[in-house]
């Protein structure tokens, strides 16, 4: 569905990424971990157009994309929840959703949307007319996720949606990734330093090291890799 070919790219006179190769099937969970300055998140800003993409191909539903502006690249159904969520902290929960749906003019399907994501996260339900910026880390996460699931992406990109959050908290949010991905067959693209719950949930895995894809497989063969549990397991 998406593929990311011996792609290339960085920021000034610095390469962040340097080859790094990608396929993503429909409807998998494809987990990239790896430590930090890796690569991973500029892998995912790579992939939405943000950071532009210097060598290499990016193919969308056999669509090249790396040289598309990031709106067009959200309307044919790429979306990214950035690292550290930026929502918008003075709009309300709802006005933050509302913000998701920009790009959609089928009213009645985006009210059906926000009924879903409210459903998925009751607490943004009952905080809907709060401001975003007066939301716990963890409910900044949901309305994150929630407001990319308004422009309905068939790929999802989450980065690092563990980040500074309870134990409790992140194993909520890793099983409604696990619920979005079985409901609606969105496909997920996850990066995580949080390598063990990543790969707990996703169907295959890739590792980065300084810009490079050192190794991949199926989520358990990395979770049995004695070098992947030392170096990113903590066992
Ligand atoms: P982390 O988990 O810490 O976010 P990461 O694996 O996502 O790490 P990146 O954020 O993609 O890694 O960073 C890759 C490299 O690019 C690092 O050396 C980082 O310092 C550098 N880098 C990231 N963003 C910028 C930027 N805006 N300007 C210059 N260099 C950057």
Redesign the pocket.
Known sequence: MLSVENVQS???N?L??KDVSVEIGRGEIITLI????????????TICGV?PCRAGRIVFEGREIQALPPEEIVRMGICQVP?GRHIFPQLTVKENLDMGAFLRRDKAEVKKDIDYVFSLFPILAERRNQDGGNLSGGEQQMLAMSRALMARPRVLLL??PS?GLAPLVIRQIFEIIRQINRENNTTIFL?E?NANQALHIADRGYV?EN?RITLTGKAQELLDNKDIQKAYLGI
Request: glycine residues 22%.
């Open positions: 960085g920021y000034g610095k962040a990424i790896g430590a930090n300055g890796a690569g991973k998140s500029t892998t995912l800003m950071v690292e980065d690092e980040m990066v330093q980065m810009g």
